[in-house]
């Protein structure tokens, strides 16, 4: 359910779109936010008409932004597309990592999921011809950055934890952790 359940994890509330379903290719369009955030910036990479760029859709659910959360993306026809909860934890309503596999497949299996939505499956198929590369390359670029992104947390707990370690035996005292009640 990615971002919905996301977001019903932290607490906001998810519920049936009013507008209605995005079934396959659609623009969304990052927010300021968005367009500077580490990941999210990734997918306006050679998209023609910035800050808008081409993903995969396929949902009929919406929900509240969780508390303290940042909107990163949103589209005509829902507000919340992607957001970022502090530094590292995202939640996106769209695909980036479909292959043209995965959209036959859900073509396949979704005939009255399409139907229903008001959704022809033509369009969609035939648009795996030029959309799918660019959007897989944008989807690799955004988590390698995520990739990276983790590393350097790592990294910085890596050093954290070295430091305590330092300061702990220059005083003598048993290591914070180990102090702490289980």
């Given at each position: 359910?990615g971002?919905?359940?996301?977001?019903?994890?932290?607490?906001?509330r998810?519920?049936?779109g009013?507008?209605?379903?995005e079934?396959?290719?659609?623009?969304?369009?990052?927010t300021?936010?968005?367009?500077?955030?580490?990941?999210?910036?990734?997918?306006?990479?050679?998209?023609?008409?910035?800050?808008?760029?081409?993903?995969?859709?396929?949902?009929?659910?919406?929900?509240?932004?969780?508390?303290?959360?940042?909107?990163?993306?949103?589209?005509p026809?829902?507000?919340?597309?992607a957001?970022?909860?502090?530094?590292?934890a995202?939640a996106?309503?769209?695909?980036?990592e479909?292959?043209?596999?995965?959209v036959?497949?859900?073509?396949?299996?979704?005939q009255?999921?399409?139907?229903?939505?008001?959704?022809a499956?033509?369009p969609?198929?035939?648009g795996?011809?030029?959309?799918?590369?660019?959007?897989?390359?944008?989807?690799?670029?955004?988590?390698e950055?995520?990739?990276?992104?983790?590393?350097?947390?790592?990294?910085?707990?890596?050093?954290?934890?070295?430091a305590?370690?330092?300061?702990?035996a220059s005083?003598?005292?048993?290591?914070l952790?180990?102090r702490?009640?289980p």
């Amino acid at each position: 359910r990615g971002a919905q359940g996301v977001a019903a994890a932290l607490g906001a509330r998810v519920y049936p779109g009013a507008a209605g379903r995005e079934i396959g290719w659609d623009r969304v369009t990052l927010t300021a936010e968005g367009r500077d955030d580490p990941l999210c910036r990734h997918l306006l990479e050679g998209e023609p008409d910035p800050p808008a760029c081409t993903v995969f859709q396929w949902h009929g659910a919406s929900f509240d932004l969780p508390a303290g959360a940042v909107r990163l993306a949103s589209s005509p026809k829902y507000l919340n597309q992607a957001f970022r909860l502090g530094e590292s934890a995202y939640a996106l309503q769209f695909h980036f990592e479909v292959s043209r596999e995965m959209v036959e497949t859900w073509v396949e299996r979704g005939q009255n999921y399409i139907r229903e939505g008001g959704c022809a499956t033509g369009p969609i198929l035939a648009g795996c011809e030029t959309r799918l590369e660019p959007l897989r390359l944008r989807g690799r670029r955004l988590v390698e950055a995520f990739a990276a992104l983790i590393e350097a947390r790592a990294a910085d707990a890596a050093g954290d934890a070295a430091a305590e370690a330092a300061t702990d035996a220059s005083t003598g005292a048993a290591p914070l952790r180990a102090r702490r009640a289980p």
